[in-house]
């Protein structure tokens, strides 16, 4: 047995505290579809370095960390494995569902929390959860150098039809939905783009029930490919509504996994629409 005092002192303050983690599926009505999220709920104030080792160790396109600041009000930050990010659909509504089935809230009460990017409003909607977030529009732009080479869309063999940006994101629009699905980026080629991410979209055929299709790629923050991006539909729901003349949509992001996300535009906010499914919890000693 070792008695001296101070490495018994570092010992005790070295102890680990166990806190509660999530991974959950969003934008999921089954596991293993959507997009998988990571959720820590803080009990204490926790520095970023630490919360970025964590994303880093779960390896998931993005791990949320929420932190009670009063009844039903919480601090929440969100970090990929390379790096802290300003918006994220997805694992904000994988952080409410995570609240919720935690018993941190009950009755699937409404939650406020306090972000980068401002007051994000979240309720329940029968079987699925409305995140309250802002429109990010995308202004017409020259395509930067190497973005349309990188996705290998040249205007030659496959058209585009529309470039833009918004606050976050490259947009970039096709004329098929074909194109979209069927694109195989150069991503050391695209991680030189000096972006957050970049959205592909088209129209989505007639027949399939859905305005449109988008993938989004973002290597530069650790994410070739994330499989559905919540925040990306905040830019989306906008070009879409505009070209359709709607302020009610449905999008299909066409990753392998798959994902869909219900919009609707009020003012200069959008409601997003998923649902979620656990797929384990646990303790993080860390």
């Not at 929420?66 to 994988?94: I, K, M, Q, Y």
């Not at 990188?150 to 939905?177: A, Q």
Request: proline content about 5%; aromatic content about 8%; glycine content about 6%.
């Amino acid at each position: 047995m070792v008695h001296d005092g101070r490495l018994s002192h570092y010992l005790f303050v070295a102890q680990p505290m166990s806190l509660p983690v999530f991974q959950i599926d969003a934008f999921a009505e089954r596991p293993f579809t959507g997009n998988p999220a990571a959720v820590v709920i803080l009990a204490a104030a926790r520095q970023s370095h630490w919360m970025q080792s964590v994303a880093a160790e779960m390896n998931l396109a993005e791990t949320a960390f929420v932190r009670e600041l009063s009844s039903n009000r919480f601090e929440l930050r969100w970090f990929t494995p390379l790096t802290e990010v300003d918006l994220c659909g997805h694992a904000t509504l994988a952080a409410t569902h995570a609240l919720w089935e935690s018993g941190t809230v009950q009755n699937r009460s409404d939650i406020c929390f306090e972000s980068r990017s401002g007051e994000l409003n979240v309720k329940s909607l029968g079987t699925s959860i409305e995140l309250n977030f802002p429109l990010t529009p995308a202004d017409e732009c020259a395509a930067p150098d190497g973005l349309l080479e990188s996705l290998h869309v040249d205007g030659h063999t496959i058209p585009v039809t529309y470039v833009g940006r918004s606050k976050f994101d490259y947009l970039i629009e096709l004329p098929k939905s074909q194109h979209v699905q069927h694109l195989q980026p150069d991503f050391p080629k695209l991680k030189q783009v000096d972006v957050r991410g970049t959205i592909v979209t088209s129209l989505a055929p007639a027949e399939s029930g859905f305005d449109f299709v988008s993938r989004y790629f973002a290597p530069a923050a650790g994410i070739d490919e994330d499989p559905v991006t919540g925040s990306a539909h905040c830019c989306l729901a906008d070009h879409w509504g505009q070209r359709l003349g709607k302020s009610e949509l449905v999008g299909y992001q066409a990753s392998t996994r798959g994902g869909t996300v219900e919009m609707e535009i009020v003012a200069d906010r959008i409601l997003l629409r998923g649902q979620a499914v656990t797929i384990f919890r646990g303790t993080l000693e860390a």
